[in-house]
């Protein structure tokens, strides 16, 4: 997250980030931001550090009512396919931060990383706004995320890495090595009715004229929603993919209830064109037992850590979960914004 309302001092920074907290790093931020805007001497300049959500050590620098944010990534492969990722997405004009610099170089300076240099988008997550605008907030967000999924192409995968052939398909021996991790919890016959099912709406799923761009990592801290728009950030995990797997992510991730995904999804509806509600309804299923599935080895993982839980309470939740994906998988079932509840 990049808002004002999540900054904290340095000094308060995570352990694991101690770069931020290095006097010859910071120092050397700041010269370097000084020098790249032209920043007059002597202009007092603020550093903060948000608080949450973080795979990489981000600093916010902000002086005179301008601001940047800086990222500082330690392997080259992540620094260089962000860098990139970003380029690309900004130049096909959509609502995501301007690439300001980056810079191999810096691995040699105090920092030890690679820099990034990004553009400072003023707002709030979903969780920072007020309670009154939350319909218009989701709102933006949705048409954010349908203007990102009408960048279309003809094949999957990554933006420069394009896969012939079904998402679906590609995905699924994916989905079925997460259900894998949770047969230790289930009855083998429901895992191997599963398995069939999953493995029979992979190949029902119909493989669209043209696959979508993708976000590949929505949650409620990668959408700022600023004055006038929603801006998409932290887009590493880019790609061209099935527009049902962001989709069931936002309705979980950034809605609360049924209702609310509702206002989500008409929202997004009025921002895409062609069949693209059609093909939500036909690909859901999917995507939405692939998600039910991952956040349940997950939760799993964790009741099994905590020794204050039951040994017979993982069992139970799986239970739960697979006839949850059960009735997803069935043609008659609800949608899974409906049965949001359940998880």
């Known amino acids: 997250m990049i808002e004002a309302s999540d900054a904290r001092g340095a000094e308060e920074g995570p352990a694991r980030y101690a770069v931020l907290r290095d006097a010859d790093a910071l120092a050397w931020l700041r010269k370097r931001v ?8 002597g202009t007092s300049m603020d550093l903060s550090f948000p608080k949450n959500g973080l795979r990489t050590p981000i600093a916010v620098a902000r002086w005179d009512g301008d601001g ?12 260089l396919r962000t860098a990139w990722q970003l380029q690309h997405l900004h130049a096909r004009g959509l609502p995501v931060p301007r690439l300001h610099a980056w810079s191999i170089r810096s691995y040699f300076s105090p920092l030890r990383g690679y820099l990034m240099i990004e553009q400072y988008v003023a707002g709030d997550t979903i969780r920072g706004v007020a309670e009154e605008r939350r319909p218009d907030a989701l709102a933006r967000i949705a048409r954010a995320l349908a203007t990102l999924h009408e960048c279309r192409r003809h094949w999957h995968g990554h933006i ?7 998402y679906a398909r590609f ?40 696959y979508s761009l993708l976000h590949g990592h929505v949650n409620h801290g990668n ?33 609360r ?11 997004y509806l009025a921002g895409r064109t062609g069949t693209a509600q059609e093909h939500l309804a036909r690909s859901e ?40 994906c059960s009735r997803l998988l069935d043609a008659a079932g609800s949608r899974f914004r409906e049965r949001m509840a359940e998880l």
């Open 68 to 79: 940047v944010v800086v990222k500082v990534f330690r392997r080259p492969r992540a620094f």
């Open 34 to 41: 000084h020098a790249r805007f032209d920043v007059p001497d």
């Open 257 to 267: 209830g049924a209702e609310e995904a509702a206002h989500f999804q008409d929202a």
């Open 160 to 166: 420069f890495l394009p896969r012939p052939g079904s």
């Open 285 to 324: 299923p999917l995507y939405a037992c692939d998600y039910v599935i991952r956040l349940t080895a997950r939760q799993v993982r964790a009741a099994r850590r905590d020794p204050t839980v039951d040994e017979a309470e993982p069992r139970a939740r799986v239970a739960r979960r697979l006839e949850l």
């Open 171 to 210: 995905c699924l021996p994916l989905v079925l090595a997460r259900l894998g991790r949770l047969e230790r919890f289930a009855d083998a016959h429901r895992i191997a009715e599963l398995r069939a099912t999953l493995a029979r709406r992979a190949r029902e799923t119909a493989q669209p004229d043209a």
């Open 223 to 255: 959408f700022i929603v600023g004055e006038r728009e929603a801006v998409l950030i932290d887009t590493a995990s880019a790609h061209y993919g099935d527009p049902a797997r962001d989709l069931v992510r936002a309705f979980h991730r950034l809605c």
